[in-house]
Every structure is written in C-alpha cells, then in structure tokens.
C-alpha cells in the first residue's frame, strides 16, 4: 500500500522516475529480507554436545566405595588383611583418578553450526537436507523391570553415500526397519533429546528462511 502511495505521488515527475524510485524500494525490501535471514542464522550459537558424563561418575563413585572397601579391610575389620585391603585401595586411586580426567575430557557427540549439523559417527549434515527429525521412544519389561530408551531419529532428504556395500547395505536396511537413515541414542548425549532436536529445529527454520530469503 505505502509502496503504490510513492508510485502515485512521484507519478507527475515522469515514468522514468517513478520506475527508477519503484525499483530502488524493491531492491531495499529485498536487501533487508536477506539481512533478517542472515541475522536469523548468525545469531544461533555453534553448540557442542558431548558424551553423557553419567558413565564417568559412575565409575567415580565405585572406585571411592573399592577405596573405602579396602581401607575397612585393612585397618577396621575384625579379620584385618592389610596387604588385600592396599592393593583394593592401590587399585581404586587410580581408577578414580582416570574416571575424573574422562570425565573432564568427554569427546564431542555432535556439532551444531549455522549451515551443518556434524556427528561424529554419521559425518556432516547440511541443515536443508533434513527432511525430519524426530524423538522415538522405546519401552521395555524384564522380570518386572520397566526400561524406557530414547533415540533421535533423522530422516535427509538425500541419502548418504555409502562408503561400501556393507555400509550400503545396513544403511538400506536400517532404512528400510526404522524409516529413518540417521538415528542417535540419547544416552550417548550430555543433552535431552527434546532438547538437541529442539536446537536442531531453529537452525533448520533459521536456514530455510535464509535460503527464501536469497
């Protein structure tokens, strides 16, 4: 409305001029439509989700039990066995030790950028080439005990090339079962799935908009 306002003010000034004004206002709206897109994209941060570092405590907390185990055994119990009680101990130290540099040193799950999304076991995605992405669940029941398990599933719209036919094959198959070609357990991650596929959503929207945008 406000664009054929202008036409029609400047319009006694002669076609040429009004064209030219026309022209001028479009190429403004489009420049600040592409703007808006790229500040869009730069303005998510790059995201690195490690491995859970749920294993590494564990593995803490059982070597402080050995080492407070072998300590008992060695000065407090009623039958004392001070060289077994030091070797448990001499055994825990370390392993609490290693457990904690692991645990400061969890390798990298996956990389959100502005164009890709980059896992470590899968390779780099470019984020228009996910056609959906997804959190299933799966339940389970042994001897009473419920487990639940959760996997981020990725469906591209260009499948991967396969490193050979044994990689061929169980990405066709994997395909074929599950109706997804990318799939990522969320144990693996230092993140919820609903969180990391929720990340993943905004670049996608950010990237789509972007590429509308140019």
Same mark, same amino acid.
């Given at each position: 409305?406000?664009?054929?306002? !202008?036409?029609?003010?400047?319009?006694?000034?002669?076609?040429?001029?009004?064209?030219?004004?026309?022209? $001028?206002?479009?190429?403004?709206?489009?420049?600040?439509?592409?703007?808006?897109?790229?500040?869009?994209?730069?303005?998510?941060?790059?995201?690195?989700?490690?491995?859970?570092?749920?294993?590494?405590?564990?593995?803490?907390?059982?070597?402080?039990?050995?080492?407070?185990?072998?300590?008992?055994?060695?000065?407090?119990?009623?039958?004392?066995?001070?060289?077994?009680?030091?070797?448990?101990?001499?055994?825990?130290?370390?392993?609490?030790?290693?457990?904690?540099? !692991?645990?400061?040193?969890?390798?990298?799950?996956?990389?959100?950028?502005?164009?890709?999304?980059?896992?470590?076991?899968?390779? $780099?995605?470019? !984020?228009?080439?996910?056609?959906?992405?997804?959190?299933?669940?799966?339940?389970?029941?042994?001897?009473?005990?419920?487990?639940?398990?959760?996997?981020?599933?990725?469906?591209?719209?260009?499948?991967?090339?396969?490193?050979?036919?044994?990689?061929?094959?169980?990405?066709?198959?994997?395909?074929?079962?599950?109706?997804?070609?990318?799939?990522?357990?969320?144990?693996?991650? $230092?993140?919820?799935?609903? !969180?990391?596929?929720?990340?993943?959503?905004?670049?996608?929207?950010?990237?789509?908009?972007?590429?509308?945008?140019?």
């Amino acid at each position: 409305m406000q664009f054929q306002n !202008w036409r029609k003010a400047l319009g006694w000034l002669g076609p040429g001029i009004a064209k030219g004004v026309g022209m $001028s206002m479009a190429v403004q709206e489009h420049s600040e439509t592409t703007q808006a897109g790229a500040d869009c994209t730069n303005a998510l941060p790059n995201l690195e989700i490690r491995f859970t570092p749920v294993y590494a405590w564990m593995t803490i907390g059982f070597g402080v039990i050995f080492f407070l185990l072998g300590f008992f055994i060695a000065l407090l119990g009623h039958h004392r066995n001070v060289g077994f009680g030091f070797v448990i101990c001499l055994i825990s130290v370390p392993a609490v030790i290693g457990a904690n540099y !692991w645990r400061k040193h969890l390798h990298v799950v996956a990389q959100m950028t502005p164009g890709q999304l980059v896992l470590r076991r899968d390779g $780099s995605i470019d !984020w228009d080439n996910i056609a959906a992405i997804e959190n299933k669940e799966i339940r389970s029941s042994y001897h009473g005990a419920r487990g639940r398990s959760e996997f981020v599933c990725i469906r591209l719209k260009n499948k991967p090339a396969p490193k050979n036919r044994w990689d061929s094959f169980f990405l066709k198959a994997k395909h074929a079962i599950t109706g997804y070609d990318i799939i990522v357990p969320a144990n693996d991650m $230092s993140c919820t799935a609903d !969180w990391f596929i929720a990340e993943c959503r905004k670049r996608m929207a950010a990237t789509n908009v972007s590429g509308s945008a140019h």
